[in-house]
């Protein structure tokens, strides 16, 4: 039985591997390696995406895309117990939506060393 501190250990070094994949323009890695067969997925008040196929097949399509990534950066982070809370800045064009700039802060739930649950917050 893991204590919260190894719980928050184990959290911080999960997603320092996640940022660093991210800013390498690995994202699609970082969701195989750390979510869930179950993981649920929201982008704002938008229905859920349920279970990593129809996740994976929703963020294969984000990112194919996306025409031109100008910049990505973690503004914050906070652990909580299996929670992370991260703030990100981005900046890039999108096939379907043109320029994107914007702030966008998701709440991971973790559960036994996966993702379950991510719900993203920006402006429309």
Known sequence: MSTEL???IDLKTA???IKQLVLQGNA???FEKYYGEEVIMQENEN???IGKAANRQREQEFFSKITEFRQGELKNVAFGENV?????FYDYTHEDWGTRTYHQ???QQWQSGKVVHERFYYGA
């Open 6 to 8: 190894e719980t928050a």
């Open 15 to 17: 997603f320092e591997d």
């Open 28 to 30: 699609l890695q970082a």
């Open 47 to 49: 229905p859920p995406t």
């Open 84 to 88: 992370i809370i991260s703030e990100w």
């Open 105 to 107: 802060v998701s709440v």
